[in-house]
């Protein structure tokens, strides 16, 4: 039965012609589905190749076949994009070498569909709760995270050099890719009960591991008049959930299920310890969690996301708020293990004591580079907390991806920036 006419525009993702017959599947990239084409052999070309671009007219139509509900008679074949195809299948890590092209392969064009719905999701979810979306800066003279994997950014050509009135600098002062939205995110807390940014982040870590990118994108939120750890974990444990939830309704080709499990720091070095297997990197109280610590944590608790809470206090950034629990001196700081990846997510009550944060920043020697930050706490403070989630360490858990770099269009990292 003819259902209506139609014109079909995509990509061939198969051809078998027969004596009388030719039979394409021709995909529009709007899901993993292609629709089979049937056309006169009379139709065939030379061009007409897996992944040539094509326009087909014709009769949408019931099929008689019962592997699909629907096909295209085709009266109309134009190949308006001819492609030379790889004759051999390849893998992910041989793909990844051409990112011009592999969006035509079907793993990763669900893949860059399944970022889309993510997206939407998330954005969804926050404005659903209230919160204002901060387009945070790329460009900023602040380090974060205080660990100095920053990307300097300077002029090409003769911009560079100094200026008329002596400046050494584009700015005035040294400016970096940011690697955290999080300190502009406190700036626009104070008058905001929710605020959130979503957006590319840069680390200038020199590593090629499965884990680890240069650029990367990160969810970051703050959340004002908050001061318990209990809450920042129910917004990322409700991030995660309505996410998934989404693509799990959008994308039926993800699989993830949360189930909430909570221990602290000190109980995770326990478990570590009481384990017969043996690590690489040491497991005393006060050295930091490795992945490898976390991918046997969560496993410990049954392969399910894992919130690890109350780190050591030296081990975080100077703004993360004293717990004051002599004599283990914790930070109030929570972690979200998932399967896979180890940690997706990482948050903090904020510290909103001036007294202590001015210690802190004394201690640290950045004082004076974070006077403005001291402000914040001096003109109508509230105690408030934040996280940060990464996305493409999100889509590594729910779609069960090895390597981070194949779940981003473009993957930079050390000693590659292909296109």
């Known amino acids: 039965m003819t259902l209506r006419a139609l014109l079909l525009s995509g990509w061939v993702r198969s051809v078998r012609p027969q004596k009388e017959n030719l039979f394409l599947h021709v995909n529009d990239g709007s899901s993993l589905q292609s629709l089979q084409v049937v056309a006169s052999s009379e139709l065939n070309h030379r061009l007409l190749t897996f992944g040539s671009a094509v326009e087909i007219s014709g009769s949408l139509v019931t099929s008689p076949s019962r592997k699909q509900d629907v096909e295209l008679q085709a009266d109309q074949i134009d190949v308006v994009g001819e492609c030379n195809p790889i004759k051999e299948k390849h893998g992910l890590e041989y793909i990844r070498q051409f990112p011009h092209l592999r969006c035509k392969t079907n793993v990763f064009s669900s893949l860059l569909r399944i970022r889309s719905e993510a997206t939407t999701a998330i954005q969804q979810y ?19 995270e205080g660990a100095g994997e920053l990307f300097q950014v300077e002029p090409a050509g003769q ?22 939205g999080q300190l502009h995110l406190e700036v626009t807390a104070g008058a905001f009960p929710g605020v959130y940014t979503f957006g590319p982040t840069f680390r200038a870590e020199n590593s090629q591991s499965r884990r680890h990118l240069a650029e990367f994108y990160m969810v970051e939120a703050e959340i004002s ?18 996410t998934t939830e989404h693509l799990l309704s959008q994308c039926p080709e993800d699989v993830a299920l949360y189930h909430k499990h909570v221990i602290t720091y000190t109980e995770a070095i326990n478990i570590l310890n009481s384990s017969s297997k043996k690590f690489a990197f040491k497991t005393d109280w006060g050295s930091d969690l490795q992945t490898e610590h976390e ?10 996301p894992l919130f690890v809470t109350d780190y050591p206090y030296a081990l975080k950034p100077f703004y993360t708020r004293d717990n004051q629990d002599q004599p283990l001196h914790t930070a109030a700081a929570v972690d979200l293990l998932v399967p896979g990846v180890g940690e997706m997510c990482g948050g903090s009550l904020r510290e909103e004591r001036l007294d202590l944060l ?14 403005w930050y001291l402000d914040l706490r001096r003109f109508g403070s509230v105690p408030h907390g934040g996280f940060g989630m990464g996305f493409e360490r999100y889509l590594q858990c729910v779609l069960g991806v090895d390597n981070i770099k194949d779940v981003i269009p473009f993957p ?6 292909l296109l």
């Open 126 to 144: 926050f404005k659903e709760k209230g919160f204002i979306q901060v387009h945070t800066p790329v460009l900023t003279s602040n380090d974060c």
């Open 358 to 371: 001015k210690t802190r920043l004394a201690q640290a020697g950045l004082d004076e580079t974070y006077g």
């Open 225 to 242: 008049f908050t001061q318990s750890l209990e809450d920042l974990m129910k917004v990322m444990e409700d991030l995660f959930r309505s």
């Open 295 to 304: 991918k046997y944590l969560v496993k410990h608790c049954g392969d399910v």
């Open 159 to 180: 911009e560079k050099n100094q200026d008329e009135e002596g400046h050494q600098h584009f700015f005035s002062v040294p400016a970096y890719l940011t690697v955290s």
């Open 412 to 417: 930079r990292y050390s000693h590659s920036c």
